[in-house]
């Protein structure tokens, strides 16, 4: 047998062997080993169904991998023309989910030497021209290159070679051509920009290190290793086994989606594949395979631009804390497919959600799957006035900030206590009432409003938090601190009030003022009553069952000095109210609405809308008064006023 016919069976049977392994894995609906999980499987499958019900969503998979625990099912149509059952085995279009992939590429061609993060773009990419700025593909990871979006260079305005680049296939150099010329959108480095095209060069990047073609390099260097046997580039003229056809909602109903070639988003939105291989990929990197854990590290980090702006983006993946826990997500989405991959790297934990109808969000399934196996929750709260909201506000991102460093690197973030102190009094001194008064004066509704450098102050919070999180580990036990991050911050810092109270080793500048210490007291009690199972689900509702079960919200909040803001589910639900021509029941919701959260502008700039739609000027004109001295920079506010107050003269 000649040298290259070995090479040919070697790559089979490693090819045959990742196909059987996958079948082991996780080919069946359900695969469980270890931990019991089934209670938690059988209220996802339950808030799928409802989801796919409130948002028409034709078809559906899901998968969740939990330590040794993996789980992977399909729900509604892959195909509605044909009636084709969506299955664990359905693939969909990824769309930008595929950024996270090429992400991991460029980092592994990195780790081997192949490239520099630091490197110009054009070192790799040479058919690209030199831009009056340098751009790095560090700052292309991190969306901080300077180039444009899609939505900056709409169809209408490019070349008559280009206008049809949505329908016909584009090689990559081609695909690349379509914004070579353009102007950059900023100085690199200064500006975040999201940039698909940004990502399609990455793409461009990877062949000129490799020298391979993406697609290629991606299946034999990165989604093959992973057992990811169900992912490719999509190719419309390919045949792809149980492929889902894209839908979208149009009057009401469900139509197919406009025809789209993902070829000129190679690298940013075109990979394909099913649910079950997103969490593979997760676990792949969770395990350290095609990428070592510690060269994943700088990935999880969010960049920074030079004025001090903390981008919330990695490299790769949108990078924070999610109720005390250190999380990276990517959605995607492009027409007839919505996806989205989220993942606790430090709990051996993600879950992956891709469906056939575009423009909806799957975030939202994926959010209740980590209440179910965390008991973490994200949400605002409404405290009653808006000096009380801001201070809420902060206490949440030090409480969230905190439990998330701890939860990532195992200890507090500073080891000199010196830092720690210098730490809580900014905070202090940020959260006082003289400050306070003085963001509400100014019309801001954050503490980070009236912060200079950002990126300073979120140190302050990850050093102050962490330290509280360690000091609580050492007293009450590590299992302590899965309670706080059960949607637990009040606790959180009412027990470290109490434990410095006790514990004179703590120094008298890591601890919260007087009136801090009596707004959190005040809140912890009221916290004790409202959140129960009930509230719990209300968080996780669509709109309109949230709205339709307003009175048992009113029920919990009413009297309460803190409780969980869902304006946004009660204005959506109006809005739906509103469709149905059903004006006077949505101003009702709204107007409910805002008595149980006199902070939220937007409620009071929707009553502006409906009033407005139903004629009565005085009224409209009334409300978005109300919403501007609630948020002075509404725009949507401000408009409709300027436009009202046009009409007037």
Sequence with gaps: MNSTCSKVVVVLTAILA???????????????????????????????????????????SIAIYKDDFLWTKGFGYADLENMVPATDETTYSLASVTKSMTAVTIAKLAEEGKLNLDDEIQKYVPYF?????????????????????????????????????LAIHHSTEESIAIFKELDLVAVPGTEFHYSSYGYNLLGAAVEGASGMPYARYMTEEVWLPMGMV???????D????HRARGYDVIDGANKNAEFRDVSTCFAS??????????????????????????????????????????????????????????????????????????????????????????????????????????????FRCETGGPDGNIIADALHHLWNMGLGYHNRFGGPMADNIETVQQAFGRINEALSDAAVAKLVADGKLSVFQGISNIAEFADDLYTAGSYIAEKLREANGRERLAYYRSGNAMPFFEDYIVLYSHDDSIPAACRFSN???????????????????????????????????????????????IYPALGYQLNSYAYRLKRQGKIDEGIAILLTASKLYPSDAYLLDSLGEFH???????????????????????????????ELEKAQK
């Excluded at 169900?230 to 419309?236: L, Q, S, V």
């Excluded at 009690?525 to 968080?539: G, H």
């Design 18 to 60: 990742l196909v059987f392994a996958s079948d082991l894995v996780g080919r069946p609906s359900s695969a469980k080993v270890g931990k019991d999980y089934s209670e938690a499987i059988n209220k996802i499958e339950k808030y799928v169904e409802g989801f796919m019900e409130a948002y028409k969503v034709p078809g559906l």
């Design 129 to 165: 021209p030199m831009k009056n700025h340098p751009i790095t593909i560090r700052q292309l990871l991190g969306h901080l290159g300077g180039i444009s979006h899609y939505t900056v260079n709409k169809k209408e305005n490019l070349g008559p070679e280009l206008v049809g680049h």
């Design 230 to 236: 169900d992912t490719r580039i999509n190719n419309h």
């Design 238 to 241: 390919d045949l792809i086994p």
């Design 269 to 378: 939105g075109a990979a394909h594949s099913t649910a079950r291989d997103m969490v593979l990929f997760a676990k792949g990197l969770d395990e350290g395979k095609v990428l070592p854990l510690e060269a994943q590290q700088q990935m999880y980090d969010s960049m920074v631009t030079t004025s001090g702006e903390v981008t919330d983006s990695g490299m790769g993946w949108i990078t924070f804390c999610y109720g005390g826990y250190w999380y990276v997500r990517h959605p995607g989405g492009h027409e007839g497919f919505s996806a989205v991959l989220l993942r606790f790297p430090w709990e051996n934990f993600a879950v992956g959600i891709a469906c056939n109808l575009q423009e909806v969000q799957p975030r939202e399934i994926a959010d209740y799957v980590t209440a179910q196996f965390f008991n973490a929750y994200r």
């Design 515 to 561: 009136a801090l210490e009596r707004r959190i007291s005040d809140w912890t009690i009221s916290w004790a009553r409202i959140w129960n199972d009930e509230m719990k689900d209300l968080i996780f509702m669509p709109a309109q069952e949230t709205g339709e079960r307003i009175d048992s919200l009113v029920g919990i909040c009413e009297g309460e000095s």
């Design 612 to 642: 407005l739609q139903k004629g009565d000027r005085e009224n409209a004109i009334r409300y978005y008064k109300l919403a501007l001295e609630k948020n002075p920079n509404l725009i949507s506010a401000k408009e409709a006023l300027a």
